[in-house]
């Protein structure tokens, strides 16, 4: 005997299983002047929901609340349960500075504090 439940039940509970993700989530991905609530993240990829965020591709960034964690190059991969899933093609760690053209010495003085 098959297990079968009917579509509008079905429905229901892949919208509860969503909405309890997009709460548990602080993870955002960015896209232009856009925010979009993150439902997983792992190493390759990410998805989002896929009744409620418009197709993306190209460049987005990805947040951790307010903590710019990468700059993403993106591609479509499929559609599952109500999430779409995305796989990184360049995934770049985001930095607060700018990077160093030079090499620093992690022995140089840092200021100089004039003696008496």
Not at 48 to 54: D, L, M, R, S, Y
Not at 78 to 90: I, P, Q, S, V
Request: hydrophobic content about 40%; charged content about 30%; glycine content about 6%.
């Amino acid at each position: 005997m098959e297990n079968f439940v009917p579509k509008t039940i079905q429905d229901e509970m892949n919208a509860a299983r969503l909405a309890g993700m997009r709460r548990k989530s602080r993870l955002r991905v960015h896209v232009g002047d856009k925010i979009y609530p993150v439902l997983h993240l792992w190493r390759d990829g990410f998805s989002v929901e896929e009744a409620t965020v418009p197709p993306l591709r190209g460049l987005v960034d990805l947040y951790d609340g307010a903590e710019h964690l990468y700059q993403c190059l993106i591609v479509a991969s499929e559609a599952d349960l109500g999430e779409m899933r995305y796989e990184f093609k360049r995934s770049t760690l985001a930095h607060d500075t700018a990077p160093l053209d030079f090499y620093r010495d992690p022995k140089t003085p840092v200021a100089y504090l004039p003696g008496e």
